[in-house]
Every structure is written in C-alpha cells, then in structure tokens.
C-alpha cells in the first residue's frame, strides 16, 4: 500500500488544519495509522494514532485537546484535524501504516507517504 498526506501550509498562530492521508495500492483499513512530524535536526516524533476501525486513538501530550485524529475507511484516508495550532507545531508531517496495533514508535511502521509541510507563524 502506498501513502500520501497532503493539505499542510502555512498558517497563523490560533488557526486550524485537516491533513490527508490517503492510501492507494491496497485497503488502508487493513492497517493502524500512525502520525508523525519531524523538524530538520531532529527525530521523527509521535503525533498521533488511531486502530483499524477507528475506534481507539492515541495523542502525543503535546497535541492532546488540539489535534483529532479519524479515519474514513470507505474513502481509504486518515486525518488529522489540528486546531489551535501553534508555532512549535511547524514541521513536516507524515502518515505511516502497519498491521496490528498502533504503536508510537515510528519505528515500528511499514508504510510511509511522503511528508506534507505545516509551517505555523507566530
């Protein structure tokens, strides 16, 4: 399965945005999706993630009451809403996949699209 996210920009502190993922090549629901983000220098680190069918989700502290994560297995995409962005949430953000359980360990992932920018102004 192939994945890509889209929908990143740039943005102003308080402002809100959905990023896609959408899967081609196979059937996303097959799999638990992880979100990503990483700053030039630094690790990958856990955003978010939520089960096959949608009904378990987990938060990185630092996007918790902010960020939602969901997914439309139909339309075989995962998004992420992200809402009251900050600056420090600037960053390339990805969407991986793998089968079972998600887990916050990028590591762990077998499928990655590539990269959606999200620049936030202060």
């Known amino acids: 399965v192939q994945l890509q996210a889209y929908g990143g920009g740039l943005v102003q502190a308080g402002a809100s945005l959905r990023l896609s993922c959408a899967a081609s090549g196979g059937t996303l629901g097959r799999y638990a999706v992880g979100w990503f983000r990483q700053v030039p220098g630094k690790e990958r680190d856990f955003v978010a993630a939520i089960g096959w069918s949608g009904g378990s989700t987990s938060y990185a502290d630092s996007v918790k009451g902010r960020f939602t994560v969901s997914r439309d297995n139909a339309k075989n995409t995962v998004y992420l809403q992200m809402n009251s962005l900050k600056p420090e949430d600037t960053a390339v953000y990805y969407c991986?996949?793998?089968?079972?359980?998600?887990?916050?360990?990028?590591?762990?992932?077998?499928?990655w699209g590539q990269g959606t920018q999200v620049t936030v102004s202060s």
């Open positions: 991986a996949g793998r089968q079972g359980f998600y887990v916050s360990d990028y590591a762990h992932y077998d499928y």
